[in-house]
T-cell receptor
């Protein structure tokens, strides 16, 4: 079955360490996204990529970095510069790139990062 | 930037009740999506709406795309315990190349079971 796989599901990090969250999709989707979700809050966009080797900052990109070397993969690095990294991170993908009339996101199961 | 106000923020349901939630926007959208998120999981798409005035059902769920294109509502009929979760609305403008085709999400409605 096609889908999005995020790993790890749970991750603990010490302050000052970088950590990378994995996101892989086998849906043949062009676009991929990273969202952050805090308790009781909605989803905030961190980074998105419409095509391989290209990505754009979302609303809260500071302290994060991404790469898009392959269509299937869009890893997110939470750097030590992110002041409050403890959160639930969601990866998503969609079929359409630019100029799409309707763009439906498919989400992964999420990764919960806790900074100790 | 764009804002989506979703209400209520939380609600308690009793089995068999009908419940409603809505989303309003300061901007006009061309697409409205409704997602449900179970605890510790990613959101799953429930209903997608593409035309103003459109009314679409998915089982016990019904959603409408407001005529003004600035609002949408979701109704759950005859609620059951597994309806518990967080419901998100999301809206999308016609994509502009410079802006891509990002979704704007509401803050979510948390549905809980009455004790």
């Amino acid at each position: 079955d096609g889908g999005i796989t995020q790993s790890p599901k749970y991750l603990f990090r010490k302050e000052g360490q970088n950590v990378t969250l994995s996101c892989e999709q086998n849906l043949n989707h062009d676009a991929m996204y990273w969202y952050r979700q805090d308790p009781g809050q909605g989803l905030r966009l961190i980074y998105y990529s419409q095509i391989v080797n290209d990505f754009q900052k979302g609303d809260i990109a500071e302290g994060y970095s991404v790469s898009r070397e392959k269509k299937e993969s869009f890893p997110l690095t939470v750097t030590s510069a992110q002041k409050n990294p403890t959160a639930f991170y969601l990866c998503a993908s969609s079929r359409a790139g630019f100029n799409s009339g309707a763009n439906v996101l498919t989400f992964g199961a999420g990764s919960r990062l806790t900074v100790l | 930037g764009q804002q989506l106000n979703q209400s209520p923020q939380s609600m308690f349901i009793q089995e068999g009740e009908d419940v409603s939630m809505n989303c309003t926007s300061s901007s006009i959208f061309n697409t409205w999506l409704w997602y449900k998120q179970d605890p510790g999981e990613g959101p799953v798409l429930l209903i997608a709406l593409y035309k103003a005035g459109e009314l679409t059902s998915n089982g016990r769920l019904t959603a409408q795309f407001g005529i003004t294109r600035k609002d949408s509502f979701l109704n759950i009929s005859a609620s059951i315990p597994s309806d518990v979760g967080i419901y998100f609305c999301a809206g999308q403008l016609v994509p502009i190349k410079a802006a891509g085709n990002k979704l704007t999400f509401g803050g979510g409605t948390r549905v809980l079971v009455k004790p």
